[in-house]
Structure formats: structure tokens, C-alpha cells
């Protein structure tokens, strides 16, 4: 069968080309890359860069052939747009900084949520006790900051009428052991501090599980707040307990500083040592001099149950009648002025 003229011209042309090319006809036919993905391996939204050296062979990826749209792909839906050379709309040349920086709103310590308030109002004692004992000269009516110590015993607290009543401060239960929270924790915290009340949370410990354990336990559920009151730590032994464990004094000491120096580390406070007065004689007499003390004496001056022992808060009765409280609620007072309360609550503020 004779060819035409045209045919005949294209086979000269192809010819001669494959005799003044340096590369063969393979080259010809595959110098637009090849579309062909697997499904491990995503086309590129933007065309590769290069690495400057040297590039081993078969390693280079190449861009989509200008003017020609990448190829839809049935199983792979639309195939994104090269966006390196994709011009961008603004609504300005520059990008405009925020009002507030963000680092003028970070607080220096990320961990604490906000910044210490100024000095709140100290109310006057109005509490009743349903057992009122005579302290003689040495009354706790005679001393001017008065507060509270509340746990779910106390069940739903109006905490701005129990304020008005001379509750100026709170110690609130968070935590037994290491695994138990009080279930009115969350809500006494946030409303007491919604109240006004200085506030702050009490651990009591459990004699038959690790210290560092109890300690992670009270971090994971109190936050560390500015204007916090300094955590802690309840040390007596309760005869209700399922722990029976009676441990030597200085394995006592030994297990309270444990947790004690962990607290002092997450908070940035020494932590308080709250006790009663057969716990005291028979393991804190002469311990830990530079820790503050809250001491139980519902019956005597804290000088006379607990001779020689420097304290910070005296818990008075445990049977006292306040407005905003259903049943009777623990007392304590701050040794001290009011000033010296003042001074005292903004250093211990974390």
C-alpha cells in the first residue's frame, strides 16, 4: 500500500530528529511527567523546591505543565491548586496587630488565674455557739478576724449571709487521702471567693497511704489561685477511719514533710499544720517550729493545751450557729489585729 505525501514528510521529520537529538525517542514521549498516583502518596499542592546539591536521579518531583489543569482523578475527587504563586487579597498592605498584645495580657505566672484584689471588709463577730464556753480574759471575741472551716457536712452554705455573720475567711475540705474529694468542694470554693471571703482548702491526711501520693491527689483537685489562702494539712487520728494505723512520732514527721514540701513547692506557700491536742502531745511537740499552726483548744486557751507552741489560727468550738449555715459549723479566729490580718493574708497570697 503507497503512502501519501504527507505521512511520508512526518517519518523524514522524526528521523531526522532522532539523528540531532541527544536523547533517544524515550525521552520525546516522556518529557511531561507522568499523572499517576497511589494511594499512599498525595499530589502536591504547590510545585517542589529544590534543594540546592546535587539531586540523585528519579528522586525529582516536577510541577504540573503550565496552563494545563492537574487531571481529576475518579477515585481521588478534585485535586487542590498550586497556591505558591497564587496571589493573596487584603484588606491592607500589612497585617494589622491586635489592640492588646498577647503578652500584655498573659499573667507573668501562667499557673495562677488572676491577679490579688485589694484589701476586702472585716466583719464583726455575730456568731452563737450551742455550747459556749467562757474563756474568761482570754476570750476569742477579743480578737478581730473571725472565720470558718466548712466541709459537705455543712451542705448548701449561703456563703454572703454566712460572710455578713463574721465569717472573713474560709478553710474549706477538698481532699481525704488520695482518692476521695469532697463533694461540695468545687462549689464552696468558687462561692466563697465569690462572696469575698479569703479562702483557702484543708487536706486531711490518711496514715495508711503514701504521702506523695495524698499530695498529688490535693494538687489535682485545688487550684492554685491568686489570694489563696496557704494550703493545709489536718493531722489527728479519727477513730471512724478504716485506717487503724498508729505510726511512730517521727515516721508521723517523716510522712508530713513528705507532703508538706510538696505542696510548699506547687503553691509557693508553707503549707498550715492543723491538729488537736492528743495528736499534738503524742507526735508535734518541738516539730516543724517554722511552720504555721492551727490549733483545736474548744475548752481551754491554745497556751494551756498546747504550752510553748506558737499559732496562727485557733479553732475555738466546734459547735457554732451562724445564719447561712443549716446546723452547727466550726469557729476560728487569726491571731491578731485586723492590720496584722491584712498583712499577713497579701503575703501568704500566692
Given at each position: 500500500?503507497?503512502?501519501?505525501?504527507?505521512?511520508?514528510?512526518?517519518?523524514?521529520?522524526?528521523?531526522?530528529?532522532?539523528?540531532?537529538?541527544?536523547?533517544?525517542?524515550?525521552?520525546?514521549?516522556?518529557?511531561?511527567?507522568?499523572?499517576?498516583?497511589?494511594?499512599?502518596?498525595?499530589?502536591?499542592?504547590?510545585?517542589?523546591?529544590?534543594?540546592?546539591?546535587?539531586?540523585?536521579?528519579?528522586?525529582?518531583?516536577?510541577?504540573?505543565?503550565?496552563?494545563?489543569?492537574?487531571?481529576?482523578?475518579?477515585?481521588?475527587?478534585?485535586?487542590?491548586?498550586?497556591?505558591?504563586?497564587?496571589?493573596?487579597?487584603?484588606?491592607?498592605?500589612?497585617?494589622?496587630?491586635?489592640?492588646?498584645?498577647?503578652?500584655?495580657?498573659?499573667?507573668?505566672?501562667?499557673?495562677?488565674?488572676?491577679?490579688?484584689?485589694?484589701?476586702?471588709?472585716?466583719?464583726?463577730?455575730?456568731?452563737?455557739?450551742?455550747?459556749?464556753?467562757?474563756?474568761?480574759?482570754?476570750?476569742?471575741?477579743?480578737?478581730?478576724?473571725?472565720?470558718?472551716?466548712?466541709?459537705?457536712?455543712?451542705?448548701?452554705?449561703?456563703?454572703?449571709?454566712?460572710?455578713?455573720?463574721?465569717?472573713?475567711?474560709?478553710?474549706?475540705?477538698?481532699?481525704?487521702?488520695?482518692?476521695?474529694?469532697?463533694?461540695?468542694?468545687?462549689?464552696?470554693?468558687?462561692?466563697?471567693?465569690?462572696?469575698?471571703?479569703?479562702?483557702?482548702?484543708?487536706?486531711?491526711?490518711?496514715?495508711?497511704?503514701?504521702?506523695?501520693?495524698?499530695?498529688?491527689?490535693?494538687?489535682?483537685?485545688?487550684?492554685?489561685?491568686?489570694?489563696?489562702?496557704?494550703?493545709?494539712?489536718?493531722?489527728?487520728?479519727?477513730?471512724?477511719?478504716?485506717?487503724?494505723?498508729?505510726?511512730?512520732?517521727?515516721?508521723?514527721?517523716?510522712?508530713?514533710q513528705v507532703f508538706m514540701d510538696k505542696l510548699e513547692r506547687?503553691?509557693?506557700?508553707?503549707?498550715?499544720?492543723?491538729?488537736?491536742?492528743?495528736?499534738?502531745?503524742?507526735?508535734?511537740?518541738?516539730?516543724?517550729?517554722?511552720?504555721?499552726?492551727?490549733?483545736?483548744?474548744?475548752?481551754?486557751?491554745?497556751?494551756?493545751?498546747?504550752?510553748?507552741?506558737?499559732?496562727?489560727?485557733?479553732?475555738?468550738?466546734?459547735?457554732?450557729?451562724?445564719?447561712?449555715?443549716?446546723?452547727?459549723?466550726?469557729?476560728?479566729?487569726?491571731?491578731?489585729?485586723?492590720?496584722?490580718?491584712?498583712?499577713?493574708?497579701?503575703?501568704?497570697?500566692?
Amino acid at each position: 500500500m503507497r503512502l501519501s505525501a504527507a505521512p511520508a514528510i512526518l517519518l523524514t521529520c522524526l528521523a531526522l530528529s532522532g539523528c540531532f537529538s541527544s536523547s533517544g525517542p524515550e525521552t520525546v514521549l516522556s518529557a511531561r511527567p507522568s499523572r499517576e498516583v497511589t494511594s499512599s502518596v498525595a499530589m502536591p499542592a504547590a510545585p517542589v523546591v529544590s534543594v540546592p546539591g546535587p539531586v540523585p536521579s528519579g528522586d525529582v518531583e516536577m510541577a504540573e505543565a503550565p496552563g494545563e489543569p492537574p487531571e481529576e482523578l475518579a477515585w481521588a475527587g478534585q485535586v487542590p491548586q498550586p497556591q505558591a504563586f497564587t496571589s493573596m487579597e487584603s484588606d491592607a498592605g500589612m497585617p494589622v496587630p491586635m489592640d492588646r498584645p498577647v503578652a500584655m495580657v498573659v499573667p507573668d505566672n501562667p499557673a495562677i488565674d488572676e491577679a490579688p484584689r485589694s484589701r476586702s471588709r472585716v466583719y464583726s463577730h455575730r456568731f452563737r455557739d450551742a455550747k459556749p464556753i467562757n474563756f474568761g480574759k482570754r476570750s476569742p471575741r477579743k480578737l478581730a478576724v473571725h472565720g470558718v472551716d466548712v466541709s459537705r457536712w455543712q451542705g448548701n452554705i449561703d456563703w454572703e449571709k454566712l460572710r455578713t455573720q463574721g465569717a472573713n475567711f474560709a478553710y474549706i475540705k477538698a481532699t481525704d487521702g488520695g482518692d476521695h474529694l469532697d463533694p461540695m468542694f468545687k462549689k464552696n470554693w468558687r462561692r466563697a471567693e465569690q462572696a469575698g471571703l479569703k479562702r483557702g482548702a484543708y487536706h486531711f491526711f490518711y496514715w495508711c497511704r503514701t504521702a506523695g501520693e495524698q499530695a498529688d491527689w490535693f494538687i489535682r483537685n485545688v487550684p492554685r489561685e491568686a489570694n489563696a489562702l496557704p494550703p493545709v494539712i489536718d493531722v489527728e487520728y479519727n477513730g471512724e477511719s478504716s485506717c487503724k494505723r498508729r505510726l511512730s512520732a517521727a515516721r508521723v514527721r517523716e510522712k508530713m514533710q513528705v507532703f508538706m514540701d510538696k505542696l510548699e513547692r506547687h503553691y509557693g506557700q508553707r503549707p498550715i499544720i492543723y491538729t488537736a491536742p492528743d495528736f499534738y502531745r503524742d507526735n508535734l511537740q518541738g516539730a516543724f517550729p517554722n511552720h504555721p499552726f492551727w490549733l483545736r483548744a474548744v475548752a481551754a486557751h491554745p497556751s494551756k493545751v498546747y504550752p510553748g507552741r506558737k499559732w496562727l489560727f485557733w479553732q475555738y468550738s466546734g459547735s457554732g450557729l451562724s445564719h447561712g449555715v443549716d446546723g452547727r459549723i466550726d469557729l476560728n479566729v487569726f491571731h491578731g489585729s485586723e492590720a496584722e490580718w491584712h498583712n499577713w493574708a497579701s503575703r501568704s497570697a500566692t
